[in-house]
């Protein structure tokens, strides 16, 4: 692989796995809000607004995530043999996982069916930390 292109790859991919991590963090905090919105009796139409752009949003940076990640992994011939890129990757379909529950969570809200209240929501809120905290580790640290 050229070294420009690799060097460009990697700006794409590192830009956009933060960007989805944006959605990754911010949707279940949108939930925080919609809870202690209708606890206070607040209008909470506007959250749900940005929920959903917030959701669509992340989609696309996961894509180019996704697309320029594997490219790298490809050209480097990194899916062979390499253990904590199989992790790595393992983490990062949970983290998909995570982030379609949370939106169902949110249309779940959107007809006043999300029971849980905004102390548990903030703790799931947690999960991508050590989630991201896991993944940054196996990508520095390679250990296998």
Same mark, same amino acid.
Do not use: C
């Given at each position: 692989?050229?070294? #420009?292109?690799?060097?460009?790859?990697?700006?794409? /991919?590192?830009?956009?796995?933060?960007?989805?991590?944006?959605?990754?963090?911010?949707? @279940?905090?949108?939930?925080? /809000?919609?809870? $202690?919105?209708?606890?206070?009796? #607040?209008?909470?139409?506007?959250?749900?607004?940005?929920?959903?752009?917030?959701?669509?949003?992340?989609?696309?940076?996961?894509?180019?995530?996704?697309?320029?990640?594997?490219?790298?992994?490809? $050209?480097?011939?990194?899916?062979?043999?390499?253990?904590?890129?199989?992790?790595?990757?393992?983490?990062?379909?949970?983290?998909?996982?995570?982030?379609?529950?949370?939106?169902?969570?949110?249309?779940?809200?959107?007809?006043?069916?999300?029971?849980?209240?905004?102390?548990?929501?903030?703790?799931?809120?947690?999960? @991508?930390?050590?989630?991201?905290?896991?993944?940054?580790?196996?990508?520095?640290?390679? @250990?296998?």
């Amino acid at each position: 692989m050229h070294p #420009q292109l690799y060097l460009w790859l990697t700006v794409i /991919h590192l830009v956009s796995v933060m960007a989805y991590a944006v959605s990754l963090f911010y949707l @279940p905090r949108i939930l925080v /809000h919609v809870a $202690e919105g209708k606890a206070e009796a #607040q209008s909470v139409d506007r959250l749900f607004i940005m929920a959903r752009k917030l959701f669509k949003f992340g989609n696309i940076m996961l894509v180019v995530s996704l697309i320029s990640g594997l490219w790298v992994a490809i $050209e480097l011939g990194f899916l062979s043999g390499q253990g904590w890129l199989h992790a790595k990757l393992t983490l990062v379909l949970l983290f998909i996982g995570y982030n379609h529950v949370t939106f169902g969570m949110v249309k779940k809200a959107e007809r006043g069916k999300l029971t849980w209240s905004s102390k548990a929501l903030r703790w799931f809120n947690e999960i @991508p930390l050590i989630a991201l905290i896991a993944i940054v580790y196996l990508v520095i640290a390679k @250990p296998f």
